[in-house]
């Protein structure tokens, strides 16, 4: 079974429930941090995914890996890498939202 390891959806709920329970006290500068933390964790993922499907390749002309694995892997970070283009994409797209609005 592939797994998600970028969103998984298990620690977004976790994430949620601990955002909650913190204290009204969180400052946006606080805020900020968290999400940016967030995002290079994800960033690392993927990147992680990417040297993976690498190193396998390379194992796989070793004869130390099966095509099978090569393919699980790279398609793995084939994925991760279009869903963070796509999560990009709409960010950008929510930011020019913003500035079209007027105020």
């Known amino acids: 079974m592939i797994?998600?390891?970028?969103?998984?959806?298990?620690?977004?709920a976790n994430r949620a429930v601990s955002s909650t329970q913190e204290t009204a006290s969180t400052t946006p500068h606080e805020a900020m941090q968290g999400f940016g933390q967030y995002l290079q964790d994800a960033l690392q993922g993927v990147s992680d995914m990417e040297k993976t499907a690498d190193q396998t390749g390379k194992q796989f002309m070793l004869g130390q890996a099966s095509v099978d694995q090569v393919m699980i892997t790279s398609e793995q970070a084939l994925l991760g890498l279009q869903l963070t283009s796509q999560v990009r994409n709409k960010v950008i797209e929510a930011y020019q939202e913003i500035m079209r609005t007027q105020l």
């Open 3 to 12: 797994q998600n390891h970028m969103f998984n959806p298990v620690q977004l």
